[in-house]
């Protein structure tokens, strides 16, 4: 039984969860910012990044989640900086396609360690949080972006 | 008295509460989850079903089905019957006048939109206030949050004490000469509380108010009798019971009904129609338009049955045991807060651990089969009083153990050593 706990904590979500990278970082001169919310459990948190010539230069997160939610947005952060528009979304797709369908969407490297949350139907939408803020922050959507 | 209590009471010592054979009545305690047995303690958001209620469903659509009211045959004869015997159950259980006071409607929040749209938009004027607390669910305030949109009337909200008790003298600081109503819960479902609500209806009637209780956390716990309450409505949910979901009743006083425009316009709620006009039942048919949850309300008949031959202070007194043997367990965790600590709580233990969020305490108890709600319990304002994003809620009912208060205390353990 807790090694069923552990597919889902893995040392490595537990270790972003407690240390949390890009965590109450807001980029200087930040120009893409949107709000995250899940109503269903109350999960908050925003995204705030530097683009500059279609490069993601910097990227911070803030906000309040279960570990799954906030080692998901640290994860994403570490991953999403440097990358071009098209490879954030290209990112954004890949994982969530390995969020929500079996069967592998290629390798993601670290982000991999999320696939267990797929097992926890309820617990998907924690995962996604950081990334659907990320998207509305690159589209520069303003407002708040919703799970629901 | 039932024949079923009178076995009881002769069978059974009073001080001993048998669970083994209260759990044997509820099929579905005796499964596996995640490999492990189930400890069900989510018992405010929905109870099991004893397997009297299940047969009673079963029985009336293989035997009974028919509309009420309305047919001269047979089977509508016996339908209208055992739904009318339901609405005498209802009224004993409550202590209620007559059971033309008690309004069959799909569970408690129904009943407070019913109150807010029929008595609350013939009654409210402008600058009228509407009194609530700041420990209601939700359902307890976005009816009069609408109602006020609609009417002009204000809403006021009781603040709630540290310890998730409410302050009669607060309270009636708030009470004024425009006040017209209270909604109050009778039983707080994020944290447990039992208001002083005989006390705060008393002091609202002073100042001419009318009483609506949210009775929908108490009548699983503790005996109601509206008649000694002497509030004006009251409201629960069936599937809180122990009944089936999708009903609910809203007790009213009869002078009240009797005044109060229909609710929902339809069927089986109209003597006379015409295309001029429509002449209206009397309480409580006028506000049950369309068919009605007809095996619905037999069901609850039948929880309430049950309820009544275990005893519902037998019921009381063990899942207080359960309660304080949870408390005292979980007070002496490092890192643990019991969010509502009122002296006079319902079975419901409301906690959050330092650095692990609620949602993830949730999916790890899971694991171990222990079904607790995780979130904000549909009381966001109660959240925000107790500055917590989510809680994590264990509530018992009459068919727990103190082994699995047990269970429930290793699995918050367990969840601590996980997240280290």
Request: proline share 5%; charged share 20%; with cysteine.
């Amino acid at each position: 039984m807790m090694t069923d706990l552990r597919s889902l904590y893995e040392e490595v979500i537990l270790d972003h969860n407690r240390n949390p990278r890009n965590f109450q970082h807001a980029p200087p001169a930040a120009n893409h910012v949107a709000h995250g919310y899940n109503p269903l459990c109350g999960d908050e948190l925003s995204v705030s990044l530097r683009l500059e010539n279609g490069i993601v230069t910097d990227i911070g997160f803030d906000g309040a989640g279960c570990a799954i939610a906030t080692a998901s947005a640290s994860l994403m952060t570490e991953s999403i900086k440097g990358k071009t528009v098209e490879e954030a979304k290209a990112l954004f797709e890949s994982v969530h396609e390995m969020l929500t369908q079996q069967g592998s969407a290629g390798d993601l490297g670290k982000l991999q360690v999320l696939v267990g949350v797929r097992e926890y139907p309820a617990r998907v939408k924690c995962a996604t949080l950081a990334w659907h803020t990320l998207q509305a922050a690159l589209r520069k959507e303003q407002g708040t972006v919703s799970t629901e | 008295m039932t024949p079923a209590r009178e076995i009881l009471l002769h069978t059974v010592p009073v001080d001993v509460f048998d669970t083994e054979r209260i759990r044997s009545d509820f099929p579905a305690l005796h499964q596996a989850v995640h490999g492990q047995p189930l400890v069900y303690l989510d018992n405010a958001a929905t109870t099991q079903k004893p397997l009297k209620v299940i047969e009673v469903l079963d029985s009336y659509y293989r035997n009974d089905n028919a509309n009420v009211h309305r047919g001269v045959h047979a089977l509508s004869e016996r339908a209208t019957a055992a739904y009318e015997a339901a609405r005498e159950k209802v009224r004993k259980f409550l202590n209620a006048q007559s059971p033309q006071e008690l309004v069959f409607v799909r569970g408690t929040t129904e009943a407070i939109n019913l109150v807010a749209q029929s008595w609350g938009r013939a009654n409210l004027r402008p600058n009228d206030e509407v009194v609530i607390t700041e420990t209601e669910h939700h359902s307890n305030i976005v009816p009069w949050q609408m109602l006020c949109g609609q009417t002009g009337a204000k809403l006021r909200v009781v603040p709630a004490e540290d310890n998730g008790e409410l302050s009669v003298e607060r309270y009636a600081q708030i009470l004024g000469e425009r006040t017209r109503l209270v909604a109050v819960s009778h039983c707080s479902n994020a944290l447990g509380t039992i208001n002083p609500v005989k006390q705060m209806i008393s002091l609202a009637h002073e100042t001419g108010a009318v009483v609506l209780v949210d009775g929908a956390q108490a009548v699983p716990h503790l005996a109601v009798d509206v008649r000694d309450l002497d509030c004006d409505f009251y409201a629960f949910s069936g599937h809180k019971l122990y009944g089936p979901t999708g009903i609910g009743v809203l007790y009213a006083k009869m002078a009240l009904l009797q005044d109060m425009p229909p609710y929902q316009g339809g069927g089986e709620m109209v003597k006379h129609v015409s295309f001029d006009h429509a002449i209206y039942h009397d309480p409580p048919l006028r506000f049950e338009a369309g068919t009605p949850n007809i095996a619905g309300a037999i069901g609850l008949g039948a929880a309430i049955d049950y309820v009544d031959a275990v005893g519902i202070e037998a019921i009381g007194r063990h899942e207080q045991d359960l309660l304080a043997r949870a408390t005292a367990a979980m007070a002496g965790m490092p890192g643990l807060r019991i969010i509502g600590t009122a002296p006079e709580k319902t079975g419901i233990l409301s906690f959050v651990l330092q650095n692990i969020h609620a949602h993830d305490v949730g999916t790890i108890l899971d694991m171990q089969g222990v079904a607790v709600r995780v979130g904000h319990h549909c009381a966001i304002p109660v959240m925000q009083r107790y500055q917590v994003p989510a809680t994590a809620r264990a509530s018992f009912a009459l068919y727990n153990t103190r082994e699995e208060v047990d269970v429930l205390v290793a699995a918050v353990y367990r969840a601590k050593e996980v997240f280290g």
